[in-house]
């Protein structure tokens, strides 16, 4: 037996399928199931640079502003190139490596598009 998904206005457990709808008997709300799952693959990462570009998996950024690192002696300095980045969730929504350091995790807001 396939799970059904709750109810996205109350949460009920307790939906069930009347057409090519879903229905929640406890607050009678009707939606397409499909159309929820488009705009869910529609929500697709987006991370901004500094100066507003969307970013994307495998971009050139430069860093803006010199960055202190935790246990090196010296900082990330500004104005370096940074090559083939991966975005990813969270604080830190930028992966990559720096010759000299190696991988860390950078925040969109200190570095812009090359």
């Avoid at 009707?30 to 570009?53: F, R």
């Avoid at 998996?57 to 935790?70: A, E, R």
Wanted: glycine share 6%; with cysteine; net charge negative.
């Amino acid at each position: 037996m396939s799970q059904l998904p709750p109810c996205p206005k109350c949460k009920s457990e307790f939906t069930y399928e009347s057409d090519n709808m879903m229905v929640c008997p406890e607050c009678f709300h009707e939606w397409d199931q499909a159309e929820i799952d488009a705009e869910m693959a529609d929500t697709v990462l987006k991370v901004i640079d500094s100066n507003g570009n969307e970013l994307q998996n495998g971009d050139s950024v430069i860093v803006i502003k010199d960055l202190p690192v935790k246990g090196a002696p010296k900082p990330v300095k500004a104005g370096t190139k940074v090559k083939n980045i991966r975005l990813t969730e969270g604080d830190h929504n930028i992966d990559c490596k720096i010759d000299g350091f190696g991988a860390m995790s950078l925040k969109s807001e200190f570095v812009r598009k090359a």
